[in-house]
């Protein structure tokens, strides 16, 4: 019998990513759901920065899920909330929710805690190496603007931080992603990459997923793991 269950999916604010994102992340849940035995009655898709507590389709999905008692799914812990101020409000629920990267295991303020720092970590190490990028701009070139019609030849590097940072973020997806498929039994790379292919999941590229550029990606992660 499957335990009913609805889903939370935070849309990336950066547009580069947003087109994968949804698919991703809803295709994620999907085989969570498939092989733990959870029907998700219902997606609630929200386009809103994870910096912001007061996320209204959150929220809706929160008291739907505390009201009726039902299990409430979401891919990673900074996906969800970036802070343990949300946690907070539904501390005598939290086993109420489900994160894949967990596993299917009740969540605790301990672990919870430990993963949103380590994303705190990540992105403030991605604010300094795009701040360092435009300080170097600034001093090497004193008339540089932000967003004047130059900016695009003189900012060349601030705009490889910015894609270094986008390619490391949809890098983080995918290997997240190829982590869960091989929980619930997809072994092989040519197996996974088939997988990714079937849900409609491109490259940043928009290229199908093959063995090779999945084993690039997955040594990306070893190399910086």
């Known amino acids: 019998m499957l335990t009913k269950s609805i889903a939370y999916v935070r849309c990336s604010t950066n547009p580069e990513l947003q087109k994968n994102s949804i698919a991703i992340q809803t295709a994620i849940l999907e085989e969570f759901a498939k092989t733990n035995n959870y029907e998700i009655t219902k997606f609630y898709i929200e386009h809103s920065s994870g910096g912001d507590d007061e996320r209204p389709v959150l929220n809706e999905a929160l008291k739907f899920a505390v ?4 299990n409430l799914i979401s891919w990673k812990v900074d996906r969800f909330a970036r802070s343990l101020s949300i946690f907070s409000r539904i501390q005598d629920h939290l086993h109420l ?3 894949t990267e967990l596993g299917n295991t009740e969540p ?3 672990v919870l805690g430990v993963l949103l720092g380590v994303a705190y970590q990540e992105r403030k190490n991605t604010s300094i190496r795009v701040k360092a990028s435009y300080e170097f701009l600034k ?5 540089f603007k932000w967003g004047s019609p130059t900016m695009a030849t003189t900012a060349q590097p601030l705009g490889e931080a910015v894609r270094i940072s986008n390619a490391k973020e949809f890098n983080s997806r995918i290997q997240g992603f190829a982590a869960d498929l091989r929980i619930a039994g997809y072994k092989t790379l040519p197996v996974i ?4 292919n079937d849900m409609k999941i491109t490259t940043r590229r928009g290229k199908r997923f093959t063995s090779n550029n999945l084993k690039r990606i997955l040594k990306y992660e070893a190399h910086n793991g």
Request: hydrophobic content about 35%.
């Open 193 to 196: 990459a088939e997988r990714l």
């Open 97 to 99: 929710l489900r994160f």
């Open 139 to 143: 001093s090497t070139k004193p008339n």
């Open 67 to 70: 009201g009726n008692n039902v």
């Open 108 to 110: 605790n303020v301990m």
